[in-house]
């Protein structure tokens, strides 16, 4: 069982930064692949970001590849999003979440945090 606990969102202006952090309860969150999803009322819930168990390798959506960057600190049990140049088009609640091999699938993911609001004005 893996728990996971996303830090507060925000509201911030275009061409801002905030960086996200999901903390995973457990002693096996190094075996997880994790990833961050993002999702708008009315829309289903969209791949932004995967990293690798070693987090040696990570994905991106096309349309935040060069701005968001996906990391994690496994001896903290904590993966990050850091997001650059944030647009308004970027305003959703973002979920990580924690499946057992590389996905871009929600479907595959197994445990999910409660989610946390960003907002970009423009």
């Known amino acids: 069982q893996v728990q996971l606990v996303e830090s507060r969102g925000g509201l911030v202006q275009a061409g801002g930064s905030l960086r996200l952090s999901c903390a995973a309860s457990g002693r096996t969150f190094s075996t997880y692949y994790m990833g961050w999803f993002r999702q708008v009322p009315g829309k289903e819930r969209e791949f932004v970001a995967g990293i690798t168990r070693s987090g040696g390798r990570t994905y991106y959506a096309d349309s935040v590849k060069g701005r968001f960057t996906i990391s994690r600190d496994n001896a903290k049990n904590t993966v990050y999003l850091q997001m650059n140049s944030l647009k308004p088009e970027d305003t959703a609640v973002y979920y990580c979440?924690?499946?057992?091999?590389?996905?871009?699938?929600?479907?595959?993911?197994?445990?999910w945090g409660q989610g946390t609001q960003v907002a970009v004005s423009s």
């Open positions: 979440a924690a499946a057992p091999v590389r996905s871009e699938l929600d479907r595959e993911y197994d445990y």
